[in-house]
């Protein structure tokens, strides 16, 4: 009973009103008033509180509310785990994504993995860094691909690739340059940035002032496929990740230019996870997948992962001693 309370009050808070939970849950509204009295009676303190017309966690609620989920991701994994058992090869996974990661690096990893086990199935959740943080702590997602690596004790931070950044221009206004660019130059230019705040607008800023120059913004978005969208019709330039801009570059939509006096500036995106998680096939899988893809060193796999055990039974049928002495990185025959 208690699980069903924390999924109703979960329901609840998200909702932000008794009705609309009830229609979700397909319950009565007098059917979800009585669970939460008697969550409320278990806890011994009020749990939700009305503001207007929304109903809003207490403090205690607030506390509780990220335990539940937290209790019910588990629940969820522990059937698919058992299901894994009767099922090889099926289960379900949730993935966390930035925006710039699920446009240019999700689609080529997830065909393969789509591929390799078609009866997975993947939700994906778009956010930002720390959204991304977030519901990989609370137990929403179970991966989460960041374009930073994650420093918290709760995490393993496993670097992919690195992604260079790119000063990007117009075709027609980079024929009009003088090259090689300088900063000089570049002091002269209108910029088209990424919105403040974020990591990467911090990080280009940085380097940028830690060589004199203080970017002219005429424009800050908080896509870069609108960035980029703003320089190819001419109005600035920009400083991008080379993930966003390489098939524009290659169709000749947009020019990469070297700046004689800044080195070379890229960022790490890294796959994250839970330092203990609760192992499953399909996060097996799925994780395998990114290093393959990825060719991760050995050494750099999380330590649960290491034991490849693990990927044997996540891939369904036990391997034989041949075929484990041809498995490639994560667990992956060659």
């Known amino acids: 009973m208690l699980l069903a309370w924390f999924r109703t009050f979960v329901r609840v808070v998200e909702a932000g009103g008794i009705t609309r939970a009830a ?17 409320e009676e278990a806890f011994g303190t ?20 990220h335990y539940a989920k937290r209790i019910l991701a588990l629940v969820d994994q522990a059937h698919d785990a058992v299901n894994e ?13 930035v925006s710039t990661v699920a446009v240019s690096t999700l689609p080529q990893v997830l065909s393969a993995f789509t591929s390799r086990f078609p009866r997975m199935r993947v939700r994906v959740r778009i956010g930002e860094i720390q959204d991304n943080l977030d519901a990989l702590l609370r137990g929403d997602v179970a991966v989460s691909v960041m374009t930073v690596p994650i ?57 940028l002032e830690q060589h004199g120059l203080i970017p002219r913004v005429l424009m800050e978005f908080n896509s870069h496929e609108v960035v980029k969208t703003m320089v190819k019709s001419g109005l600035g330039v920009a400083m991008v990740p080379d993930s966003v801009v390489r098939d524009d570059i290659a169709a000749g939509d947009l020019v990469a230019i070297e700046v004689a006096d800044l080195p ?14 609760p192992v499953s096939g399909a996060l097996v899988a799925l994780v395998g997948t990114f290093f393959t893809h990825y060719q991760v060193p ?6 649960w992962y290491r034991d490849r055990a693990a990927v044997w039974s996540a891939m369904g049928p036990v391997h034989t ?6 498995m490639g990185p994560g667990g992956f025959a060659q």
Do not use: C
């Open 298 to 303: 050995a050494h750099l796999w999380p330590g």
């Open 264 to 277: 070379p500036l890229a960022r790490t995106t890294s796959l994250n996870l839970l330092r203990d998680p």
């Open 23 to 39: 229609e979700q849950l397909s319950l009565t509204q007098p059917a979800v008033t009585k669970q939460l009295r008697a969550l």
């Open 321 to 326: 001693p041949e075929g484990r002495d041809r």
């Open 46 to 65: 009020r749990l939700l509180v009305r503001r207007g017309r929304r109903v809003l966690p207490s403090a205690s609620g607030e506390t509780l509310y």
């Open 85 to 97: 058992l009767e099922r090889p090869g099926g289960g379900e996974i949730h993935l966390g994504a």
């Open 151 to 207: 420093v918290h004790p709760q995490v393993d931070s496993v670097p992919l690739f690195e992604d260079p950044v790119r000063l990007v221009v117009a075709p027609e206004r980079a024929a009009r340059l003088r090259r090689p660019v300088r900063l000089l130059d570049l002091a002269e230019m209108d910029f088209i940035s990424y919105e403040r705040p974020s990591r990467f607008r911090s990080f280009v800023d940085g380097v």
